[in-house]
């Protein structure tokens, strides 16, 4: 029997709404999309406010129109911005004869030690994660269970939602007439789906280049352990290119920003203005053109690498840096423009779908594979006792 469930993420740009069907040989099938530009948000909240019920409905209606499902209630996704991490250690002493092993029973015990160590937090907890535990102090694993030992440590990793965004979006639902069946944190679906397993094991980082805010995940195992959001996104390298060549922003946008490319192959390149409304035809060179995007982009590449080196997490010899969001992945050349400027290997984030982007939707479908994840997680067991330790780890998320 098919599950239809649909799922709302909020951009800096747009509002994505997808209805996906689960069940039969298919993990998820997306049967729609609605998407509702709009005027985002930045840390102090909503940049305009009254439109924002407007916008949802807008979004919903879409979804609706090209699913041809009437939506009656959503899961939602919460974005970076209106999220904290709290990383928490803790240390349990295994029961048993001269030689336990580590029982389920123990990885809940855990589980409640870090929650008591972390105390109380300001905001609503989403969901928590394991970076890894350890018996004995001994290797770092994201499966203990079974290991032989008389002490478990663990480091766990708590989401927690800023209160304002879970009640705004209660309060516009109910207006709507739309049940809000969960809250997920959409940067741990996209980090999860979009930084391969064996990365994660040996801390990955993953950013994500919006039009108004850039996100930095840093994650180990299966937890984000480290996150923060820098108010510089693709839109300012848009504004700044209208203010100096003194155009509009569409055209800043869509005729020097998206066809943009990095690097000296590109230095005899061109950036042709049609003329209209009275205006005559202007071209801008490479040079001129770079003078102003590296000038932000430098910008944007410090303010990451300095977000990582505050974060307090050690990146390894061979921890890797992917990259995606509309903001920058689509720019010939940009991936390894910022490689060279973080000291680091940079990487697309790998495609999952045919039927849309991963670089512009990677936070919806990452938010969508979360929801799915923790609902078929709760209604059925893995083949195998360590595929379904695993799962079961990786998919300790609170709707």
Same mark, same amino acid.
């Given at each position: 029997?098919?599950?239809?469930?649909?799922?709302?993420?909020?951009?800096?740009?747009?509002? +994505?709404?997808?209805?996906?069907?689960?069940?039969?040989?298919?993990?998820?099938?997306?049967?729609?999309?609605?998407?509702?530009?709009?005027?985002?948000?930045?840390?102090?909240?909503?940049?305009?406010?009254?439109?924002?019920?407007?916008?949802?409905?807008?979004?919903?209606?879409?979804?609706?129109?090209?699913?041809?499902?009437?939506?009656?209630?959503?899961?939602?996704?919460?974005?970076?911005?209106?999220?904290?991490?709290?990383?928490?250690?803790?240390?349990?002493?295994?029961?048993?004869?001269?030689?336990?092993?580590?029982?389920?029973?123990?990885?809940?015990?855990?589980?409640?030690?870090?929650?008591?160590?972390?105390?109380?937090?300001?905001?609503?907890?989403?969901?928590?994660?394991?970076?890894?535990?350890?018996?004995?102090?001994?290797?770092?694993?994201?499966?203990?269970?079974?290991?032989?030992?008389?002490?478990?440590?663990?480091?766990?990793?708590?989401?927690?939602?800023?209160?304002?965004?879970?009640?705004?979006?209660?309060?516009?639902?109910?207006?709507?007439?739309?049940?809000?069946?969960?809250?997920?944190?959409?940067?741990?679906?996209?980090?999860?789906?979009?930084?391969?397993?064996?990365?994660?094991?040996?801390?990955?980082?993953?950013?994500?280049?919006?039009?108004?805010?850039?996100?930095?995940?840093?994650?180990?195992?299966?937890?984000?352990?480290?996150?923060?959001?820098?108010?510089?996104?693709?839109?300012?390298?848009?504004?700044?290119?209208?203010?100096?060549?003194?155009?509009?922003?569409?055209?800043?946008?869509?005729?020097?920003?998206?066809?943009?490319?990095?690097?000296?192959?590109?230095?005899?390149?061109?950036?042709?203005?049609?003329?209209?409304?009275?205006?005559?035809?202007?071209?801008?060179?490479?040079?001129?053109?770079?003078? +102003?995007?590296?000038?932000?982009?430098?910008?944007?590449?410090?303010?990451?690498?300095?977000?990582?080196?505050?974060?307090?997490?050690?990146?390894?010899?061979?921890?890797?840096?992917?990259?995606?969001?509309?903001?920058?992945?689509?720019?010939?050349?940009?991936?390894?423009?910022?490689?060279?400027?973080?000291?680091?290997?940079?990487?697309?984030?790998?495609?999952?779908?045919?039927?849309?982007?991963?670089?512009?939707?990677?936070?919806?479908?990452?938010?969508?594979?979360?929801?799915?994840?923790?609902?078929?997680?709760?209604?059925?067991?893995?083949?195998?006792?360590?595929?379904?330790?695993?799962?079961?780890?990786?998919?300790?998320?609170?709707?």
């Amino acid at each position: 029997m098919k599950t239809t469930i649909a799922a709302m993420d909020f951009g800096t740009s747009k509002i +994505v709404t997808l209805v996906a069907e689960t069940g039969g040989n298919t993990h998820c099938d997306i049967v729609g999309a609605g998407v509702a530009e709009y005027d985002g948000f930045l840390a102090e909240g909503w940049n305009n406010r009254a439109a924002l019920r407007g916008k949802i409905l807008e979004c919903i209606q879409d979804a609706e129109a090209q699913s041809h499902r009437k939506i009656k209630s959503l899961n939602i996704g919460v974005p970076a911005a209106f999220t904290r991490v709290y990383p928490t250690q803790a240390r349990i002493t295994l029961k048993g004869d001269t030689n336990p092993r580590v029982t389920p029973a123990d990885i809940e015990a855990i589980f409640k030690t870090a929650e008591s160590n972390l105390g109380p937090v300001m905001g609503i907890p989403l969901h928590y994660s394991p970076a890894w535990f350890s018996v004995d102090n001994g290797k770092q694993t994201i499966a203990p269970v079974d290991l032989k030992g008389r002490e478990l440590s663990a480091l766990v990793s708590f989401v927690v939602a800023d209160r304002f965004f879970i009640d705004e979006l209660v309060g516009i639902m109910d207006y709507l007439h739309y049940t809000v069946d969960g809250f997920y944190s959409t940067a741990a679906g996209e980090s999860n789906l979009f930084l391969p397993e064996e990365e994660r094991d040996k801390t990955s980082v993953l950013v994500d280049v919006g039009y108004l805010n850039t996100d930095v995940m840093i994650v180990q195992g299966d937890a984000l352990i480290a996150m923060d959001t820098i108010e510089i996104g693709g839109g300012d390298i848009s504004a700044d290119l209208a203010q100096h060549f003194d155009i509009s922003l569409t055209e800043a946008e869509e005729k020097i920003k998206r066809p943009y490319v990095f690097g000296v192959d590109a230095r005899k390149k061109t950036y042709d203005l049609p003329g209209s409304d009275g205006h005559k035809p202007r071209s801008f060179s490479q040079e001129d053109v770079s003078a +102003v995007i590296l000038n932000r982009v430098d910008e944007m590449a410090d303010a990451i690498k300095n977000s990582i080196e505050n974060s307090g997490i050690r990146l390894g010899k061979w921890s890797n840096i992917y990259l995606t969001g509309g903001g920058l992945s689509f720019n010939r050349g940009a991936r390894d423009y910022l490689a060279t400027k973080l000291e680091r290997t940079v990487r697309d984030v790998p495609m999952r779908t045919a039927n849309f982007n991963s670089f512009s939707f990677s936070s919806t479908l990452g938010l969508m594979d979360l929801i799915i994840d923790t609902i078929e997680t709760t209604h059925q067991h893995a083949a195998t006792k360590k595929d379904a330790f695993r799962d079961f780890f990786r998919n300790l998320f609170g709707g």
